[in-house]
């Protein structure tokens, strides 16, 4: 999660979506363990040095028995990764940085598919 100028965000709310208290850290990354077996919706909204927000989310799978799984062809965010950043000489970039925008929010959680009581862990950079 990065601000408009790629600076990394300030501050992270974590939700966890299982009725756990709410967490706040000034990392962007945190574990958390789910008690019950469930679909639970992560959501984490960032803060940049100027205030403004964002939020991302991803969906948490806990049950007795993990999936196959065969790499990255079952992961839908193997298409993202390597994209190219804008360059600045675009004219859109220059378009876009003649306002102020708000950050952009990442979310991952690893791994994707737990068993009660094991530790997920969520990265938002």
Same mark, same amino acid.
């Given at each position: 999660s990065k601000d408009m100028y790629g600076k990394p965000?300030?501050?992270?709310?974590?939700?966890?979506g299982d009725g756990s208290p709410q967490q706040t850290?000034?990392?962007?990354t945190t574990r958390h363990p789910y008690q019950q077996i =469930?679909?639970?919706p992560v959501t984490v909204?960032?803060?940049d040095r100027n205030g403004l927000?964002?939020?991302a989310s991803v969906t948490q799978l806990v049950t007795v028995t993990k999936p196959a799984y065969? =790499?990255?062809?079952q992961d839908p965010l193997a298409a993202f990764r390597?994209?190219?950043?804008?360059k600045k000489t675009d004219p859109a970039y220059a378009q876009l940085i003649d306002s102020?925008?708000?950050?952009?929010?990442?979310l991952e959680g690893t791994p994707k598919v737990t068993t009660p009581k094991q530790v997920v862990d969520l990265d938002a950079s």
């Open positions: 965000c300030v501050s992270f709310l974590w939700d966890f850290t000034k990392q962007p =469930g679909t639970y909204t960032v803060t927000m964002d939020k065969n =790499g990255a062809s390597n994209v190219s950043p804008v102020i925008s708000p950050p952009v929010a990442h």
